[in-house]
C-alpha cells in the first residue's frame, strides 16, 4: 500500500511507524489520555460499556494496554491488538480486575481489524475505543467486524470527533499544542510518540462520512454523533437480522 495516508487508508510504511509509536505509548498511555481530554474518556468508556448488556461477547478491536476491556462485567470478553506489548499489559490488567470479579479470564489474540483470525457470527458486541482511527484500511475493517457479529449484533466505536473541516481544524490545534506541549513534557522529548495522534487527525474523516461507509458495508441502521465536549463522536451500527 506504499506510504502516505488518507480518510480510509494508512500506507503500509506509515502504518508500521504508526506501531512503533502506539508501543511506546503504553508507559503513559492513561496519564495523557486523561490530561488530553480533560477527563472525559472515563465518561466516553462508561458510555460504551452502557450499550453491552451483561452476558454477552464482547470483541475489542484495538483493545490497546486494556483500558477499556478491564471494567467490561459479566461479559465473555476477547481483546484484539497487533501489538504483542500491548496484549501483554492488556492481559495482566484485564484479568486481574476479572479475577477480583471472580470471573474467567478474557481471551487475548493478536491480530488486525482487517484480518480478524475468528469464525463468523462469533459476537454479540464489537467495541473499538480510539482505535477506529488507526486501522490500516478502514472499510476492510469494518467488513470483518460484520462478519465476525451475530446478526442483530452492535458495533460501538469511540473516537476522535471531526464534525467538518472548521471543526477539524480546531481538533488539530488542540492536539498540537494542548496535547503536544504536555506529551513533551511527560515523555521528556521533542519526538514524541503522542505526534501520530494529530498525524491520524488531520487525514480522519468526519462524522458523515464514516456513517455512509457503515452504510456501504452493510450495517442498518448507523447513528453517529459528537460526545462532550465536541472532542470525541460515537457510531452505533447494526448488523441486520
Same mark, same amino acid.
Given at each position: ?10 500506507? +503500509? ?10 508501543? =511506546?505509548?503504553?508507559?503513559?498511555? +492513561? ?32 483493545? &490497546? ?8 462485567? =459479566? ?44 469464525? +463468523? ?31 442483530? &449484533? ?5 473516537? =476522535? ?14 492536539? !498540537? ?17 503522542? !505526534? ?14 464514516? !456513517? ?10 448507523? !447513528? ?18
Amino acid at each position: 500500500m506504499g506510504r502516505g495516508m488518507d480518510s480510509e487508508h494508512i500506507g +503500509d510504511s506509515d502504518w508500521s511507524e504508526l506501531q512503533a509509536n502506539l508501543e =511506546a505509548t503504553i508507559p503513559v498511555y +492513561d496519564r495523557i489520555n486523561r490530561f488530553a481530554t480533560l477527563g472525559q474518556d472515563q465518561r466516553w468508556r462508561k458510555g460504551v460499556r452502557a450499550q453491552i448488556p451483561a452476558g454477552s461477547t464482547v470483541l475489542e478491536v484495538g483493545c &490497546g494496554p486494556g483500558t477499556f476491556a478491564e471494567r467490561i462485567v =459479566a461479559c465473555e470478553v476477547t481483546c484484539l491488538d497487533p501489538i504483542p506489548a500491548m496484549l501483554d499489559v492488556a492481559r495482566n490488567r484485564v484479568n486481574d480486575s476479572r479475577a477480583e470479579r471472580g470471573e474467567e479470564p478474557a481471551n487475548f489474540i493478536e491480530g488486525t481489524a482487517e484480518e480478524i483470525p475468528l469464525p +463468523d457470527n462469533s459476537f454479540d458486541v464489537v467495541c473499538c475505543l480510539f482505535s477506529f482511527r488507526d486501522f490500516q484500511d478502514k472499510r476492510k475493517g469494518l467488513e470483518e467486524i460484520l462478519r465476525v457479529l451475530k446478526p442483530g &449484533g452492535k458495533l460501538v466505536i469511540c473516537d =476522535a470527533g471531526k464534525a467538518n473541516f472548521l471543526h477539524g481544524w480546531f481538533g488539530w490545534l488542540w492536539m !498540537k499544542l494542548w496535547v503536544g506541549t504536555y506529551a513533551r513534557l511527560v515523555c521528556k522529548q521533542n519526538e514524541h510518540p503522542w !505526534k501520530w495522534l494529530t498525524k491520524t487527525y488531520v487525514h480522519f474523516g468526519t462524522t458523515r462520512q464514516y !456513517k455512509r461507509m457503515m452504510r456501504d458495508t452493510g450495517f442498518a441502521p448507523v !447513528k453517529g454523533r459528537l460526545l462532550f465536549p465536541g472532542m470525541a463522536v460515537r457510531f452505533i451500527a447494526e448488523k441486520p437480522e
